[in-house]
DNA sequence: ATAAACTTTCAATAATTATTGAAAGTTTAA
DNA sequence: TTAAACTTTCAATAATTATTGAAAGTTTAT
């Protein structure tokens, strides 16, 4: 495999995995572009590179920067904006996994933790929909805190203490 | 908020929670429904709590016994068919878990491997993708090991030692 | 102040994904 | 073996989501 295939190869898995972990390809393949260029792209290099249109590629990119992904860096001499993105995966993973707990974690919590302390009038379905949304808000509520809490450990947390203490 | 509603809530919130991590509405609400049920349902039940139809019922409690997360059950005396699911939410998790590695994530492993093994021309942008798609195959790799570990602990695991080791 | 260089917005359109419903298929009871 | 009860399949259609491209907006250089 030459370089140029596994380059898009790298593209195109990065921006599939991407459409299920609920960012669009569009936007996960511009951030798979960023992390193996070895420099900074403008919009015009991107939009090159990936066969989308300048619209899309400008909409995309903001939203890369909302998570934080990406940033605009300045090129001296250049009138246009540059771009890069995080390049440490630890960090990466980090930034993604806090945001997506955010987002759509949080919400989801608080969802069950209102609907499973609705009254209990002593039905039968009542006091299954109780304990099972009980049941379920715990487990999304532990996952969701112990997952932050892995993420923020700063060095290779998974080869270390953690990992080892699992086996 | 009276039981309708919470329980209209519970399926519609893990119905719009579902399409975020790789499952269509439907199948979703189906699994909701069930899992707050007292007792099976059959397809008609199904159909008639959310208003599909006869075929994507039929399609989408297929699809839910494919990840093993719904089974059929005979009841004694009625022809059709009835369903049910997985009501304890530790193993609901673990079997989640399982399913998603080994379609998703394992998968990606495998190609961000590939990537990784290019020969190194010695060109710069080549070094970049090997060392960023390693790292990225590192990273996948031990996460997934960690949540398979993680998922596979029998009882309360997040309540337990694993839980306090990381504070 | 002007215009060139560049970016953003958004209505229109295209692409993708989910859903329907009816025909075909299967199982069971008599 | 027939037919009623039930399930599956799948082409057509609907709903959703992504993408385009051109007009509007902004910034910078002169």
Do not use: C
């Not at 569009?26 to 403008?42: D, G, N, W, Y």
């Not at 590629?57 to 090129?75: A, E, F, P």
């Amino acid at each position: 495999m030459k370089y140029q295939e596994a380059k898009e190869k790298f593209i195109s898995t990065w921006g599939s995995l991407g459409s299920l972990w609920g960012i669009n390809k569009a936007m996960a393949q511009i951030q798979a572009l960023l992390f193996i260029s070895t420099k900074p792209l403008s919009m015009e290099d991107v939009m090159e590179e990936l066969k989308i249109s300048r619209g899309n590629t400008s909409m995309n990119l903001r939203q890369l920067m909302d998570w934080g992904i990406v940033t605009k860096v300045l090129v001296s001499g250049e009138r246009k904006e540059f771009f890069t993105t995080e390049k440490d995966v630890q960090e990466l993973a980090r930034v993604i996994a806090k945001e997506r707990s955010r987002r759509e974690i949080k919400p989801v919590i608080k969802v069950l933790n209102e609907i499973s302390s609705i009254k209990d009038d002593g039905s039968e379905k009542t006091k299954e929909l109780i304990k099972q949304t009980k049941a379920l808000h715990n487990l999304t509520k532990d996952a969701d805190a112990m997952i932050n809490k892995l993420m923020d450990q700063k060095q290779n947390w998974l080869t270390k203490s953690v990992f080892k203490l699992m086996k």
